[in-house]
């Protein structure tokens, strides 16, 4: 099932995303399933040696503990059968693959975490009214403490394959496995505290951890929200494909970036700004090199719109400078792009988008647009103004 996969390879080499392992569902496949059979193993241990102390030591707490990691047993297999869906290629229905299968697989990771820490809580309640003596000696709390460790090497390899990936499912995995660790802690306390003579700890633990299972499920749940309803790419993406798109010769600018995931399945589309004085081959041969590359780093589809745009004309110089001076003082307006002079026939032209960021309500966009529509045609009378607000999720 593992077969090219090394466990120690996969760990040391997993600190940045892998463009080949993002463009090949089969080693993303099996680098999920390596994932989820470790915490298979190692959690079906952890949750024999947790209950069992639990039971033997009459703490709700520890036995409650088990049940959060037999919870991540059950986990690790959504995360099994989400990259099983995922790595199958596209066919008629689902043309764009199936990817967003792993997001549906972590968005029940999260609805499990909440389901658990309401069960919980419920649990710990009854205990906090009906305190019940805990003993609790060394061995039980060294035990608790070494499944802790296990558990944090456990969230950092599940969290280290899941940066390797791009998968939010693994990641989700890791903070799942994490959970478990503080919660350990938690128990530690309780068992701790009980010892001591304050039986209602373990109840309070109880609480806490219900608490923070409930927590980390809705933080889970809003992490993969946006990208199955289509969220904005993060500013770090962008940045990247700016950067990647200006190793080019001759471009001059870049905007209107769209990203849509599909788990491992990523496509873009872009308008990249070269001088209107190149030939229409050269355009295009800009546009064919910008696609490969981002293939080649960022395993993504890419598809480049080319604006030809006139750099050094005597207009479009003064209108860069009006725009320029009119921009920054604007407390709306936040920058423009795609800005064309065309010579018509009847009367010249001024074309471009105006940028606004994505708070800003449409009303106070139209006061922008019309108001940057007046300031220039002040300076350029005569002169047709077209001016298009761009879209607050397209990013320049």
Same mark, same amino acid.
């Given at each position: 099932m593992f077969k090219n996969i090394s466990l120690t390879d996969t760990i040391i080499k997993a600190t940045v995303p892998d463009a080949k392992v993002l463009a090949d569902p089969g080693t993303r496949t099996r680098i999920g399933q390596l994932e989820a059979w470790v915490s298979i193993l190692i959690n079906t241990i952890l949750t024999a040696i947790k209950v069992a102390l639990g039971i033997a030591v009459n703490s709700l707490a520890l036995i409650g503990d088990g049940v959060h990691s037999f919870s991540d047993v059950v986990t690790s297999g959504v995360v099994l059968f989400g990259f099983r869906i995922a790595g199958k290629p596209a066919d008629k229905e689902h043309p764009f693959g199936h990817g967003r299968a792993e997001y549906i697989a972590t968005l029940v990771i999260a609805i499990m975490l909440g389901v658990v820490g309401f069960e919980f809580i419920r649990s710990a309640i009854a205990r906090l009214l009906e305190p019940v003596p805990i003993t609790a000696n060394w061995i039980v709390l060294l035990v608790v403490f070494l499944t802790l460790l296990m558990k944090l090497? !456990? +969230?950092?390899?599940?969290?280290? %394959? /899941?940066?390797?990936?791009?998968?939010?499912? %693994?990641?989700?995995?890791?903070?799942?496995?994490?959970?478990?660790?503080?919660?350990?802690?938690? &128990?530690?306390?309780? !068992?701790?505290?009980?010892? %001591? +003579?304050? *039986?209602? !700890?373990? +109840?309070? /633990? /109880?609480?806490l951890m219900g608490g923070f299972l409930i927590w980390t499920g809705f933080a889970i749940a809003r992490s993969v929200i946006d990208p199955l309803l289509g969220g904005p790419p993060s500013s770090e993406l962008i940045k990247r494909i700016q950067n990647l798109c200006r190793k080019q010769e001759n471009v001059v600018g870049i905007h209107d970036i769209t990203v849509h995931d599909y788990g491992h =399945?990523?496509? %873009?589309?872009? =308008?990249? $700004? &070269?001088?209107?004085?190149?030939?229409? #081959?050269?355009? =295009? $041969?800009?546009?064919?090199?910008?696609?490969?590359?981002?293939? #080649?780093? !960022? +395993?993504?589809?890419?598809?480049? =719109?080319?604006? *030809?745009?006139?750099?050094d004309g005597e207009v479009v110089l003064r209108v860069k400078a009006?725009?320029?001076?009119?921009?920054?003082?604007? #407390?709306i307006l936040i920058g423009y792009h795609d800005l064309r002079v065309v010579n018509q026939p009847e009367r010249r032209a001024i074309l471009l988008d105006a940028m606004v960021s994505s708070e800003t309500s449409i009303s106070k966009q139209q006061t922008a647009q019309r108001w940057l529509h007046r300031e220039l045609l002040k300076a350029f009378p005569d002169t047709r103004i077209a001016i298009q607000i761009a879209p607050p999720h397209v990013y320049e």
């Open positions: 090497w !456990l +969230g950092q390899f599940s969290m280290a %394959l /899941g940066l390797h990936i791009e998968s939010s499912t %693994l990641k989700a995995d890791a903070w799942h496995h994490r959970s478990d660790a503080i919660s350990s802690v938690l &128990v530690l306390l309780a !068992l701790a505290g009980s010892s %001591l +003579g304050y *039986p209602a !700890l373990d +109840g309070v /633990g /109880g609480v =399945h990523r496509y %873009l589309t872009l =308008h990249v $700004e &070269v001088s209107d004085q190149l030939a229409a #081959q050269e355009s =295009h $041969e800009i546009a064919e090199q910008i696609q490969d590359l981002l293939r #080649q780093e !960022l +395993g993504a589809y890419a598809i480049v =719109h080319i604006d *030809p745009i006139d750099q009006l725009l320029d001076d009119l921009i920054s003082s604007s #407390q």
